[in-house]
């Protein structure tokens, strides 16, 4: 993975340098390419600890209540 990030780091810059690429395209690129799946790999992993961890944001309690037909099974 790192490979492939060092590679289009290196495809960016010498589309830059050499064929005269403009800097938002470069931009765009490395964005697009490289940090944008690392960002949700990183939000998917905290969303699965959460989950794992059964903790809620106070404000989804609000919004979202517990209906109360269901029941609640409290492990002790």
């Known amino acids: 993975m790192i490979l492939v990030l060092m590679a289009i780091g290196a495809i960016s810059i010498y589309g830059y340098?050499?064929?005269g690429w403009m800097k938002e395209a470069v931009y765009a690129l490395i964005g697009g390419v490289c940090l944008l799946p690392v960002m949700v790999i990183l939000?998917?992993?905290d969303a699965?600890?959460?989950a794992?961890?059964?903790k809620l944001p106070d404000s989804m309690v609000e919004k979202?209540?517990?209906p109360s037909n269901v029941k609640?099974?409290?492990e002790e």
């Open 72 to 74: 609640v099974i409290v």
């Open 52 to 54: 794992d961890q059964v």
């Open 64 to 66: 979202y209540p517990a």
């Open 17 to 19: 340098t050499s064929l």
């Open 48 to 50: 699965l600890h959460s």
């Open 43 to 45: 939000m998917e992993s």
